[in-house]
């Protein structure tokens, strides 16, 4: 394989905290595919960008015509200890729980914060390393946090 359709060149990738945060919320969220994506041409140090994956988007033809297929990257993946998102349920209940009257604006208040806290924590568990996956091969790299 040439270096740039050769994943195995890849020493790190970087990555937004946002989207990180975004796909791995989509992914516990939806029924959506949503991963990150590092795309070739392969070099030392890579993007990986937010993708949602669609059906046939990759597949036989592109190794075919020697053409290296992205590696995608399971966002829940580059968190250590992913928490557990916030359901609407839950927050009601915690509301219900308080001595102060529940509301339905309280709730959707209070489930907004829970949710943007669960967010933040998302965002200072990101690893420092993960290890990429393709078809034939595996290696560990470093992650970079850009914001």
Do not use: C
Request: glycine share 6%; hydrophobic share 30%.
């Amino acid at each position: 394989m040439e270096e740039q359709s050769d994943p195995s060149a890849i020493r790190s990738i970087a990555v937004t905290a946002d989207d990180v945060v975004t796909g791995a919320e989509r992914t516990l969220r939806s029924t959506d595919e949503v991963v990150l994506r590092v795309t070739p041409p392969f070099a030392g140090r890579m993007r990986a960008r937010i993708h949602r994956v669609r059906e046939g988007e990759y597949g036989v033809t592109d190794e075919e015509y020697g053409d290296p297929v992205p590696i995608h990257v399971d966002p829940t993946e580059l968190i250590a200890e992913l928490p557990t998102y916030p359901e609407p349920e839950e927050t009601e209940d915690e509301l219900r729980a308080e001595p102060e009257r529940y509301t339905p604006e309280r709730h959707r208040e209070y489930h907004q914060q829970v949710v943007e806290d669960w967010r933040e924590t998302v965002r200072e568990r990101i690893v420092d390393e993960t290890t990429l996956e393709w078809d034939g091969g595996h290696k560990r790299v470093s992650v970079k946090h850009l914001g």
